[in-house]
């Protein structure tokens, strides 16, 4: 265990539906990430939190809306989705200082239908 | 485009020989990191290496690091059948607070 948990690990979701994925970590970081993996594309970031606050959105579609209520909590809402959406989402989370080691969970595999 | 591309994309290996695989990245970076993701689960950092090292180790790992050529080795020596995992190179920036990732090599190491 890397002390960063994911639930689901896995959610099947039709394109009007609500759901969220949620990202906890133990560590004391003060940073944490969300990261999209789709099939045979590199890792792309889609948010960065630092402290709370958003520092970075990689022009992510409106339909990801992520929170961050404590340095300890991410969630990532998600509404209206599609198909092209379902893949791999990692959370990670790291310190925020000059050595950037990030520590992943384990990701929750989302199948939009 | 990415930051960084790995080299090749796979690779297959019998169980005892060593793997070696690239990183090319593009723009400063502040350190490179190698990662390992087995089958759909998360990544695992496995080393670090900063801008001003060429070279470092970690038990079986070896990572070198060349920023005149932009790009970074990852060696596994006398590899085992659980090494079987994509290895991800990941780069951040001088800005800090991101990390850029490149599209993997995959490892097969046969028994």
């Known amino acids: 265990e890397t002390g960063v948990t994911q639930t689901p690990r896995h959610l099947v979701m039709g394109m009007t539906n609500k759901k969220s994925l949620k990202c906890e970590q133990h560590?004391?970081?003060?940073?944490m990430y969300w990261y999209k993996q789709s099939a045979k594309k590199p890792l792309e970031l889609m948010f960065v939190y630092s402290l709370e606050e958003r520092v970075e959105n990689n022009s992510v579609p409106s339909r990801f809306s992520p929170e961050c209520p404590n340095s300890s909590h991410l969630f990532l809402h998600l509404h209206t989705l599609q198909p092209e959406d379902s893949a791999l989402y990692l959370c990670a989370s790291s310190q925020d200082d000059s050595r950037l080691e990030a520590f992943f969970g384990q990701g929750t595999r989302l199948t939009v239908v | 485009s990415q930051q960084g591309e790995e080299d090749p994309q796979a690779l297959s290996i019998q169980e005892g020989e060593n793997a070696t695989m690239n990183c090319s990245y593009k723009t400063s970076i502040n350190n490179l990191q190698w990662y390992r993701q087995n089958s759909g689960r998360g990544l695992v950092h496995l080393i670090l290496i900063r801008s001003n090292e060429r070279e470092k180790h970690s038990g079986r790992l070896r990572v070198t690091l060349d920023t005149s050529k932009k790009s970074s080795s990852l060696l596994i020596t006398a590899s085992r059948a659980a090494d079987t995992a994509s290895y991800f190179c990941?780069?951040?920036?001088?800005?800090?607070?991101?990390?850029?990732f490149g599209g993997g090599t995959r490892v097969l190491v046969k028994p």
């Open positions: 990941a780069t951040e920036s001088p800005a800090g607070n991101k990390l850029t």
């Open positions: 560590l004391g970081h003060n940073a």
